[in-house]
């Protein structure tokens, strides 16, 4: 849902984060590289406390 309302990521980066992995041009790869950080910001965003409980656990970065 985060990519699905995707106004804050100009379009060819996110056609670079919806794009197959096997497929990415170079160019797609750096655009992945400069909106990380920003994408996992807006995910952590929408979940909510216990989504991301659960999430930290399955890292391992919680003793579950």
């Known amino acids: 849902e985060v990519l699905a309302s995707g ?3 100009p379009a ?3 056609a670079a984060f919806r794009a197959p ?3 990415r041009t170079d160019a797609q790869k750096a655009l992945m590289r400069q ?3 920003r994408l996992e910001d807006k995910v952590a965003e929408a979940l909510t406390s216990e989504e991301r409980a ?3 656990r399955a890292v391992g970065r919680v003793p579950g």
């Open 12 to 14: 060819d980066a996110l």
């Open 35 to 37: 909106f990380s950080a």
């Open 7 to 9: 106004a804050w990521l």
């Open 21 to 23: 992995a096997a497929k």
């Open 54 to 56: 659960e999430l930290l």
